[in-house]
Nanobody, 125 residues
Framework: QVQLAVTGGGSVQAGGSLRLSCTIS????????MAWFRQSPGTEREWIGG????????NYADSMKGRFTISRDYAKNTMYLQMSDLKPEDTAMYFC??????????????????WGQGAQVTVSS
C-alpha cells in the first residue's frame, strides 16, 4: 500500500524558515508526480507545486514562486518544501500528494491518488 509521510511542520515567527519533507513508501511505479498543497480553515486547498520523477521537472504555482522551493532526494524517495521569509498568511495545513504515471502536475485534487496526513505550519507576527 502506497503511503506518504509528511514531517517538519511547526510554529515559526514571521520572516523565519521551515522545511517540510514528504516520503513515499511502496510506490507502485517509479514514475509518478508528487505535489505540495496547503489549506487554511475556510479556504480551498491550494496547489504549491510539484515534481515529475520521470522528467525531473519542478513546477510551481505562480503565486508560490520565490519563497517556496521544492526539491527531491531520489535515493530517499523524499520530496522537500523549503519555505523562507514566512508570513502569517502562510499559516495552513500542508499536504503532499502523489499520482502515478501517466500523471499531471495540476492544482486539481482529483489528479492525485494518494495523500499524506498533512503538517500544520503556523506563522506568528
Amino acid at each position: 500500500q502506497v503511503q506518504l509521510a509528511v514531517t517538519g511542520g511547526g510554529s515559526v515567527q514571521a520572516g523565519g524558515s521551515l522545511r517540510l519533507s514528504c516520503t513515499i513508501s511502496r510506490p507502485t511505479d517509479s514514475r509518478y508526480c508528487m505535489a505540495w498543497f496547503r489549506q487554511s480553515p475556510g479556504t480551498e486547498r491550494e496547489w504549491i507545486g510539484g515534481i515529475y520523477t520521470f522528467l525531473k521537472d519542478i513546477n510551481y504555482a505562480d503565486s508560490m514562486k520565490g519563497r517556496f522551493t521544492i526539491s527531491r532526494d531520489y535515493a530517499k524517495n523524499t520530496m522537500y518544501l523549503q519555505m523562507s521569509d514566512l508570513k502569517p498568511e502562510d499559516t495552513a495545513m500542508y499536504f503532499c500528494a502523489a499520482g502515478f504515471f501517466p500523471c499531471r502536475l495540476t492544482n486539481l485534487r482529483s489528479d492525485y491518488t494518494n495523500w499524506g496526513q498533512g503538517a500544520q505550519v503556523t506563522v506568528s507576527s
